[in-house]
């Protein structure tokens, strides 16, 4: 008689060689089996207690609406992961909304009618099947400066603190490549046409690098920077940008993160004499602490310093930046300070919803009045409902 554990073993054998067989019929994935698509949708009011005549908050971004409800962004992502056997990959990201409006306004080349449309971001990624650590990424892409990102719902704040709205870009357009050093140190060069120009103003590139490392499993650093012209020819000016984040994680519920940033430009057309160098210097201090599994309280402050006519404040950002982003026709060499705080509630895993208080202040009138005149200090209370997919 057959033992009970001969029994069981052909069992086993059988299981596994039914197992093999189908495996081995099974279908090999297609490259689109494994696209995926996630996004989100977000409207907001935001309430500025001045009440001004142009109706715009000064020194903003996405929110430069005041006593308006909005709605900001419809945002569509579809990506397809690097494959192991292919190699490559891909990422488009859609916006549309005010939001896109505000970062298409004053971009190179697109078209009014185009404005309510704006491509984040689409590029190619490349893995090296010989070299795994190193790939290779084409297209269009986000900076890699500063601790605030182009997607609010990912920000502890509502609003767009000053260092992302004046002092670095929001996209760029050209290639890069990144090298995994370790399990804690990955490093990024790139050549791209400069501060969200989907296609370059001048004859020069600019050269973007970023070193990101985690030391331990509660902090993060990255020291990331641009060097290259900006401006339209003939202008010889060049411009530096140095942003460097780091981040501390003591618990799983409370979140510290400051970020500095430095930059300048020589042979500043903005200049008396055409060929001075500019500056600005700006840092911020951000800190969140879940109170609840629902419930998140997070702080802001920022200062930043245009030092002798920069112009950080007038231009923003970004090619696409409104300008004059001081409503009150105030320019000039300031510094402007702004703190805010944000609560946040997540209704469930997907539906969100933030309050918001935030101050603005100056050394100079740069911001306006209900009678249009210049005043040095602004209050904003804001309030936004988004849900991710």
Do not use: C
């Amino acid at each position: 008689m057959i033992s009970q554990s001969w029994k069981r073993s052909a069992v086993v054998l059988g299981l596994s060689a039914a197992t093999a067989f189908a495996y081995a019929d099974a279908p090999t994935p297609k490259w689109y089996d494994t696209i995926g698509f996630s996004g989100y949708v977000q409207t907001s009011y935001t309430g500025n207690l001045s009440d001004p005549k142009s109706g715009a908050n000064t020194g903003r971004e996405y929110d430069s609406s005041a006593n308006s409800f909005n709605f900001n962004t419809f945002l569509l992502q579809i990506a397809k992961p690097v494959g192991d056997t292919d190699h490559y990959g891909f990422t488009v990201r859609l916006r549309a909304g005010e939001d896109a409006k505000t970062l298409n306004s004053g971009t190179v080349g697109v078209e009014s009618n185009a404005a309510e449309l704006f491509v984040q971001e689409a590029y190619i990624t490349y893995a090296v099947p010989t070299l795994t650590k190193l790939s290779f990424i084409g297209g269009k892409f986000v900076t890699p400066e500063g601790f605030e990102g182009a997607d609010t719902v990912a920000n502890p704040n509502f609003s767009e603190g000053l260092l992302f709205t004046a002092a670095e870009p929001v996209t760029h357009t050209g290639v890069k490549a990144n090298y995994v050093i370790s399990d804690k140190v990955n490093a990024t060069v790139g050549l791209v046409n400069g501060w969200d120009n989907p296609s370059d103003n001048n004859s020069g590139k600019t050269f973007l690098w970023q070193v990101a490392t985690t030391p331990t499993k509660t902090t993060t650093w990255s020291f990331e920077g641009l060097y290259g012209k900006e401006l339209a020819d003939p202008t010889h000016a060049e411009r530096l940008s140095l942003d460097t984040v780091a981040g501390y994680n003591p618990t799983d519920k409370l979140s510290l993160n400051v970020q500095g940033n430095w930059g300048q430009q020589t042979n500043d057309p903005g200049t008396a004499d055409s060929a001075g160098t500019t500056h600005w210097v700006g840092a911020g201090l951000w800190a969140s602490y879940a109170t609840t599994a629902k419930m998140t309280e997070s702080a802001r402050f920022e200062v930043l310093a245009d030092q002798n006519g920069a112009d950080r404040f007038e231009g923003g950002n970004t090619v696409a930046s409104p300008a004059p982003i001081s409503a009150s026709g105030f320019t000039g060499p300031q510094t402007v300070k702004e703190f805010t705080l944000t609560h946040k509630t997540m209704l469930t895993s997907a539906l969100g919803t933030r309050i918001e208080y935030r101050h603005d202040w100056s050394n100079a009138a740069y911001f306006e009045r209900n009678d249009g005149s210049g005043v040095r200090n602004q209050n904003t209370i804001s309030g936004d409902v988004f849900v991710t997919f």
